[in-house]
């Protein structure tokens, strides 16, 4: 069989092989924050990754489990992602993953750069491998005719309505933020989705016409078909009471992050 060395050590290419499919494994299942995953990794690990918008390095097995659980909260429930490749090298180790959903607008591509010591990961750096859009209007231009018009009025309801608040694509869709993650706007086939990070506070706090859907303890969305469902005042409204409650409790990405009270 052949081998892949690491300075004294020799170890089966299935070895790396293996542990590359079970973490995909456990990414297709939702069990990637799972002991048994986070077991791959040495303690002090290290994990780069771009979803956020701009690379990211995590630290440590505690921090590599917290950003998994923020990106299991913020990816679709009907994701699917498929691994491509892998590439089992003297001194590389790769892998090419392809991830589908509804609401992207194209499949994200792409690859992982793995260092993987005596059966352990000891960094994994996530990279994409297409051009990613930047702006609003990439999307928008990426989009079909018909989901067009109903995506653009929606983001210029939200920019009315949060001037201040930055504008860019994160998680492949059109993200404001205050403070963190406020509202995001999302294409689908045969509707958009206005969704809001801290959507269980607002449908408390804020939700005059009790239009958001979704269940559990955070998110929600306004599911919009057609232009004559954008609400401009009831979205105005839900779009400034979130970027308060960023504003006066914190990132509702992060940990240190509260929750507004009853």
Known sequence: MSTVHYGCVERPLVTERDLIERYFQAMRTGAIASDEIIGLF??????????????????????IRRNFIESQQRAPADMTLTLDQVDIEPDCIRSVWTCTSPAFPHPMRGQ?????????IHRLETSFLTTQMSTVDDYLVSLHPSQAPVVRALCEVIRRAAPDARESIKWAQPVWEVNGPACSVKAFKNYTNVNFWRGAELAKRADRDRSLLGEGGRMRHIRVESIDDV????????????????????????????RARD
């Open 231 to 258: 609400r401009e005042e009831a979205l105005q409204h839900l779009v400034r009471a979130a970027v308060e409650l960023n504003q006066r409790f914190g990132n509702p990405t992060r940990g240190e992050a509260t």
């Open 42 to 63: 040495v303690e002090e690990a290290v994990y780069v990754e771009p979803f956020g918008g701009t690379p990211m390095e995590h630290v440590g097995t505690d921090d």
């Open 112 to 120: 992982d750069l793995w260092t993987i010591r005596d059966g352990k």
